[in-house]
């Protein structure tokens, strides 16, 4: 049978996984009356919460077209940045890729990043212009665009010479020319199978079992699933394997239990086993990880494995000490917290963790802020209870020993109004107007240069600034030179001298001195942060003081007490929102701001110099 090994990439929210949906429809994967449900590839309960894609996920489709019955691998891949570790090694065992770009916001920077590791490993993208009814489209732009992109970064004569189509995923239509509608995907199915080539591996029949790990995924029945790329040979059940990490020394030995295909949405066991060129997932492994090679007894040499770009953010993970500790979940010891991190650092390679020098805290490294909460939001909602500090950048070190941190990419769409506060907020964090202009009807798109460190926290600000109508994306671009100190948070925060109930009158009383984080009746402690002060400094207040009662009524009615609702916070904001000096308190229930010295005395003197 023709076999073809696809990816979907593109910059996030430019409609991935819509438009596999109705791959998969059009292609027959559903009954007639099968209930189907929306972005069905995002399977995880984050992904459908946030609408967007955490984890790339692999399907498999027949298409009966011009070219005779042909099976197609299609993976979806995340968009955001901080998932591109997920991308890159997808990138690695697929022959083409279709990059989906929107007819209305043209190329972004996550479109860049994908396309830059696509052409470096020799694939022939397809460049599919979604979204084209859309009612500020403009495909011809977007076209030009993406082939300036294509220039700019390098691609062959070859590589430039791509085809393209025009789309719209949530209708679920695709044509060569918009003079000419269609009402199906017939066209983009056609294009794949003539454009991606059929994988060359699938000549390395008749040689021994090789296969790349990578993706892993845990199965309660089957154990460890090791998803890749058959290089050469044929995976059967009850076969003999080994496992080789990058330098090829031996892991451990085993036996392949299952050999599971992808099918539509579903996983299909293969008795009689898969050849070289079909993407499968293997189970009887229980040590081998992503980036290793599963092959037969014989083979001694790993086959290559792509270089992950390094962690660019960090901050440390420590065992919840606050005096409302274990009151909420059930795994709260450093040993169990451990074991978690470093079985998230195993599965995921574009995180790292190391142990700090006390040995009671780690330090977790990944790609972005919000990498590094959905690993927190995963963690809590599994019953941990951890402490979190503020996100803080990795440096590096330059060949003349000078002190390098990383510089993103930063993209702004804001309307016409709003512009010079950004570019004022942003040049004042360090960063380098790079382009500005006009992106449709009154809007206007700013480029920076930016410090990764100059945007932790910046993204709630930006959405005050902008009333919430800006959208802001950011890749990593290269190392610079440390720019110098940046100004931090600019007001301080209230924070509780007792241990208690919050009392409604006292909150009342607060209100003057700035916004509250906590409504009445809520759990408090000395040395949590209740509220942000409307003033630079930090200022401990008694939030659990109720109204003193006498035997003596005042002739006028009392005062209702009527509060200003609180500012909630998402795990991100409370993450981005925090100093250096304060932690972010993490159960399965709450999520509290907090000072790491929680006694008021101790923390003057430990602030008092020398």
Not at 86 to 94: A, S
Not at 100 to 127: S, Y
Not at 339 to 345: N, V
Not at 414 to 426: A, H, P, R, S
Request: proline share 5%; net charge negative; with cysteine.
């Amino acid at each position: 049978m023709n076999l073809r090994n696809v990816a979907i990439i593109a910059h996030v929210d430019h409609g991935k996984t819509t438009l596999v949906d109705q791959l998969l429809a059009q292609s027959g994967v559903f009954r007639a009356n099968e209930a189907q449900t929306e972005r069905a590839m995002d399977s995880n309960d984050q992904e459908k919460e946030r609408g967007i894609t955490i984890l790339a996920k692999c399907t498999s489709v027949l298409w009966n077209g011009k070219a005779g019955e042909t099976r197609i691998n299609i993976i979806d891949t995340p968009g955001h940045a901080d998932f591109g570790g997920e991308v890159e090694r997808i990138l690695g065992m697929v022959d083409g890729c279709v990059i989906l770009v929107d007819a209305e916001e043209g190329v972004m920077p996550q479109t860049k990043f994908v396309l830059t590791k696509a052409l470096k490993m020799g694939l022939r993208p397809i460049l599919c212009i979604n979204k084209v009814d859309r009612a500020h489209a403009d495909p011809d732009r977007v076209h030009n665009e993406t082939f300036d992109l294509f220039a700019a970064i390098g691609a062959t004569d070859e590589q430039l010479d791509f085809p393209h189509i025009y789309a719209s995923g949530r209708n679920g239509w695709a044509t060569l020319d918009l003079n000419q509608p269609n009402d199906n995907l017939a066209p983009l199915f056609d294009l794949i199978v003539d454009h991606v080539p059929p994988p060359a591996v699938q000549a390395n029949k008749d040689k021994p079992f090789r296969m790349l790990d990578v993706l892993i995924e845990s199965d309660p029945f089957l154990g460890r699933l090791l998803t890749g790329r058959i290089e050469s040979g044929k995976a059967v059940p009850g076969m003999a394997i080994h496992a080789l990490d990058r330098e090829g020394k031996e892991i451990e030995r085993g036996r392949i239990t299952k050999v599971l295909a992808f099918r539509g949405l579903k996983r299909q066991p293969l008795d009689e086993g898969s050849e070289a060129g079909d993407i499968v997932a293997i189970a009887g492994m229980s040590k081998a990880t992503v980036a290793d090679t599963l092959c037969a007894m014989e083979v001694t040499e790993p086959l290559d494995a792509q270089p992950i770009d390094p962690p660019t953010i960090s901050m440390t993970v420590s065992v919840n000490d606050s005096p409302l500790a274990g009151r909420e979940g059930d795994k709260v010891q450093s040993r169990v917290i451990r074991d978690r991190l470093l079985k998230e650092a195993e599965a995921n390679v574009a995180i790292r963790v190391t142990t700090t020098e006390g040995g009671d805290a780690y330090e977790v490294a990944g790609r972005g802020e919000l990498q590094l909460g959905v690993l927190i939001e995963n963690m809590r909602r599994e019953g941990f209870e951890v402490s979190i500090s503020r996100p803080r950048v990795v440096f590096k070190e330059g060949e003349n020993g000078e002190k390098l941190e990383p510089i993103e990419d930063v993209m702004i769409d804001v309307d016409d109004e709003f512009t010079g506060v950004v570019i004022e907020k942003l040049s004042a964090r360090k960063a380098e107007l790079a382009d500005m202009g006009p992106s449709g009807a009154g809007k206007t798109r700013i480029s920076l240069k930016a410090p990764s460190r100059a945007l932790i926290g910046y993204q709630g600000e930006f959405l005050t600034d902008t009333r919430g109508s800006g959208v802001l994306n950011r890749v990593f671009s290269h190392y610079e030179p440390h720019k110098g100190a940046i100004a931090g948070r600019l007001k301080g925060v209230l924070i509780s001298n007792s241990d208690g109930e919050t009392a409604a009158f006292a909150l009342w009383n607060l209100e003057d001195r700035g916004v509250m984080f906590v409504g009445a009746g809520e759990k408090t402690y000395q040395g949590m942060i209740i509220g942000e002060n409307a003033r630079w400094d930090d200022l401990d207040v008694n939030p659990i003081k109720g109204k003193q009662l006498t035997n003596v009524r005042a002739a006028g009615k009392d005062e209702a007490v009527r509060l200003t609702p609180p500012r909630q916070m998402s795990l991100e904001q409370a993450i981005a929102y925090i100093d250096d000096d304060e932690l972010v308190e993490v159960t399965p229930k709450s999520i509290r701001l907090r000072k790491q010295v929680l006694n008021p005395s101790f923390r003057k003197k430990r602030v008092r110099p020398e």
